[in-house]
């Protein structure tokens, strides 16, 4: 597992291939300055070096173009790169710690929850289908988090039953470690981010 802490967010991140396989369809990236911080989940279709492929053209766009480009810039410019790949889902969102506002957007079944510390579970619903080259249309959404907040990424490799019970007296090292155990039984690609917001 990856760790990364600083002065405004504490994260933890993991992935596992499925069966042990040495390409990884999933991809995760994410960066941050003392501003603002931008996370990457994508999931290549299928599995092995082909859906790595893709999901890693997605991390390399973000890389490059994060302080440049908004999100939705960014989805545009993924999108593009999958053009003759085999195509991937995307989770990207990016934090702003000032005014403490998250902007999402999501193509796929990548799942994201941002738990907030009076219990609120904030949900939004994916958008289905695959960026795949196709014109595409992205929606955004904007949402504010407290002090305290967790938030939680996955890709569908991991399968959870009661989120908000997961999320909701443990703290990060002890989500990650138990959706590590859930990735591990997976027979899939799978991959998670869970965060807390201080």
Request: proline share 3%.
């Amino acid at each position: 597992m990856e760790k990364a802490k600083n002065a405004q967010l504490e994260l933890i991140a993991g992935t596992h291939s499925k069966d042990g396989n040495s390409f990884c369809g999933d991809t995760y990236y994410f960066a941050q300055d003392e501003n603002s911080f931008v996370c990457l989940l994508a999931d290549g279709l299928g599995s092995g070096r082909y859906a790595y492929e893709s999901s890693h053209a997605a991390a390399e766009i973000v890389e490059q173009e994060w302080r440049a480009e908004t999100v939705e810039g960014m989805m545009d410019l993924i999108n593009k790169a999958m053009f003759q790949k085999r195509g991937a889902a995307v989770t990207l969102f990016k934090i702003d710690f000032e005014t403490r506002k998250f902007e999402y957007t999501c193509v796929g079944n990548i799942r994201f929850y941002l738990y907030g510390p009076d219990g609120k579970l904030t949900y939004p619903l994916p958008v289905t289908g695959y960026l795949s080259g196709r014109p595409q249309r992205y929606r955004m959404e904007r949402f504010t988090y407290e002090s305290g907040s967790k938030f939680l990424v996955h890709s569908d490799g991991i399968n959870l039953l009661n989120t908000k019970e997961l999320m909701r007296y443990r703290n990060p090292e002890q989500i990650a470690a138990e959706l590590d155990t859930v990735a591990l039984k997976s027979n899939d690609d799978a991959t998670f981010l869970v965060g807390n917001l201080l």
